[in-house]
Structure formats: C-alpha cells, structure tokens
C-alpha cells in the first residue's frame, strides 16, 4: 500500500519560487507504466493538472505553465519535486501528488494535498 504525502511551505510571496515535495513510501517511484503527476485546485475551481513525471524520468507540464514549472525527483529518496517559479496570487491553490496508472488510465494513489497561498 503506497502513501503519498505533499510538503512545502503554506505561504508564498508574489515573485518567488515555490517548491514542493512528494516523499513515497510502500512502493518505488521508478515503477513501470506508472507517471507521478502535480495537480492543483484553486479555490472554487476544478482540478487541473500541472504536469508529471514519467517512469523513466521525463517530464511533461501544462503549456499555460510550461515556462515557469520544473518537476524532478530523486530515487534515492523516492521523491518527487514540483518547482513553480514566478508565482503570481492566482497560483493560490491545493496541491497534490498522485500516481497515474497507464493500465487503466486513472489516478489510484494521492496525497492528501497541501494548501499554497501567494500573498504578500
């Protein structure tokens, strides 16, 4: 049984980078067929997904957000890192870690989510 747990700083200035981790347990963050992805809600808005990383370590992110989104991670600590550079107010959001299956295309694991907020 996987557990995902998001972490990361709950406020953010307007400008700064915002940085985030997921820390996995109960399971290898390499396995095949598996992306681990960044999804964030803003309030009273749907989900939306920010990008992912793939089994074998590529990334893909959102074109809207593209330019300022970096996602990593590191093996030895079976975690993956979300990087938003720039962040603006409207990056205020819930965001979450989840591992998307490519066998039945849905998410099965998520982190309860972790609250950023852009505020000066």
């Known amino acids: 049984q996987l557990q995902v747990r998001e972490s990361g700083p709950g406020l953010v200035k307007p400008s700064q980078t915002l940085s985030l981790t997921c820390t996995v347990s109960?399971?290898?963050?390499?396995?095949?067929?598996?992306?681990w992805t960044w999804i964030r809600q803003a309030p009273g808005k749907a989900l939306e997904w920010i990008g992912y990383?793939?089994?074998?370590?590529?990334?893909y992110y959102i074109p809207s957000l593209k330019s300022r989104t970096s996602i990593s991670r590191d093996t030895a600590k079976n975690e993956i890192t979300l990087q938003l550079s720039s962040v603006i107010p409207e990056d205020t959001a819930v965001y979450y870690c989840?591992?998307?299956?490519?066998?039945?295309?849905?998410?099965?694991?998520w982190g309860q989510g972790t609250p950023v907020t852009v505020s000066s």
């Open positions: 109960g399971g290898s963050i390499t396995y095949n067929y598996y992306y």
């Open positions: 990383i793939t089994d074998s370590g590529t990334t």
């Open positions: 989840a591992r998307w299956g490519l066998a039945k295309y849905e998410h099965d694991y």
